[in-house]
């Protein structure tokens, strides 16, 4: 629920106070919003509900099919995340609510209390959510733990509010808070946009670079943050931790520290967060460490470790700048086509666009980097020539020493590490009560990220064409950000943009009706 978390904050920028406030303020006008709010809600709660009914019905009807049912389970709970999103975009474009919550005359420094009143029903129904279906991953943990196996740190399965409270930090708090400090600058930017520009030298932009700079900050500084709302203590020194650091020495990864992931045993996972070294944090769960032996945990360090080395956290960064040149060019050429559409039409053709853009291009290229941080994890625990089990090209007669060289997985993994890797990759579906089969957007299905490996593990061939197609999307992601970059440059000096004439208008007219406000209070 990340993404989905970020989609309807991002949506709360993209609002126009001015010109809801024009038909907001009955009292009826309130009395449909706050019926659309608790709709909004009450749908995503029998939705969920009914899940988990079927699912119990389906458990019962059917024991010796679990992973099915499993999987149709998690369908129709992914089903109501995307309902969550897609209802809150109609609640906020389409009923009262947004018009009437920012009808409320709040100063630029406020206006982030009405964007938390406003996305208030997306944080309900996604509690509900949780509450709700929290009895059937009970069931399937505690199915897929077994008899005398616990997945809890505790020695038992937390409670439904622990399960709430730590899904509520796990995906909402951790993308929420950031976004609410770009929201609060993003609103000042709107109040004051006209001071900005007179103060960076009559600069059309002047609002849009403040905000840009200071999400830049956000991000740079959001593991800080992470640390708190993720509660992660430092590991205790032991031969673990001893081998983990010895691990990040070999492979090249500096961090501040190696943590511990407090989740009362519900995730089992590792992270490596932060893109900057003085704030980079190696995260292990409290279930991982539990459940499984070094050999995993180095893997699965050894998977999060690359995703920094391979930087790909840069090479999201520069889709996202790709993305937001490609959904402006989408709305200024439909603005040029067609120069009566309303704003809230360009609204729904750069949504639309967004959505394209995203749902297509960023899953093809994340479930790529998911595989290639495999292919690394894989390689960073590569054994020596005496400890390789397994029959291994990589540790034959003609490639020996090869494997010394962490970043050399050009012709694939040592196949005793790939097992090690495959071994730890069904540990985590396992233990998550997840169907290896189960595809996923971001990260492919389990059980193909292990045929992959295994694939590159037993044929070279296989291994340098997926280092070439990893090659292709990283130079059409460079090329791409430069020449659209130079391009938007360009237009912005020479051009029409009618997109940021509408937004500086948009920008006068609330600095107006901010000094209107401010002179009738004096008077």
Known sequence: MFLHTVIVFGMLFFRRESAWADNAGAGSSWILALFSAGAYVMIALAGSVASTRLAFARMRNKPDQLSEVGRRHHHHVDLIRGYLVAGFAMLFYLSPWGRQVYAIELGP???????????????????LVWAATYPVD???????????????????????RAFVFYNL????????????????ASNAARGYGGTLR??????????????????????????LLMRRVWTVVPMPAGSLRDRLERMCERIGLGCRGIMIWKSDGMMINAAVMGVVRPVRYILLSDGLLESMNDRQVEAVLGHEAGHVKRRHIEY??????????????????ALHLFPAMS??????????????????GFGFISRRFEREADLFGAA???????????????????????HDDVADDREGPCATAANVFVSAL????????????EPSWRHSSIASRMRHLTGLAADPAMARRFRRRLSRIRAALIVLSVLGSAASAAYVAWGDPMLLRGGAATNVESERSLADRTGAARR
């Open 198 to 223: 007179r103060w960076l030298f009559g600069w059309p932009i002047a609002p849009d670079v403040v905000v840009g700079a200071v999400a830049m900050i956000v991000f740079l500084l959001s593991p």
């Open 109 to 127: 420094w406020a206006k982030i209390v009405a964007d938390v009143i406003v996305v208030a029903p997306y944080l309900a129904a996604a509690v």
């Open 380 to 402: 960073s625990i590569a054994p020596d020539l005496d400890t390789c089990t397994l029959p291994c090209r990589v540790h034959s007669d003609t490639a020996v020493g090869r």
């Open 343 to 360: 704003a809230g039409a360009v609204e729904a053709v750069g949504g639309a666009a967004t959505l394209v853009i995203w749902g297509l």
């Open 169 to 184: 930090r796990f995906h909402v708090l951790i993308v929420a808070l950031p976004m609410l400090a770009i929201l609060f």
């Open 426 to 437: 069904d540990r985590v579906a396992v233990l998550n009560g997840l169907d290896p089969e």
């Open 316 to 333: 999201f960064l520069l889709f996202a700048l790709v993305a937001t040149l490609a959904v402006s060019g989408v709305a200024e050429a």
């Open 138 to 160: 009970r069931a399937f943990r505690e199915h897929a733990a077994g008899p005398g196996e616990s997945l809890a740190a505790d020695g038992g399965m937390p409670s439904r």
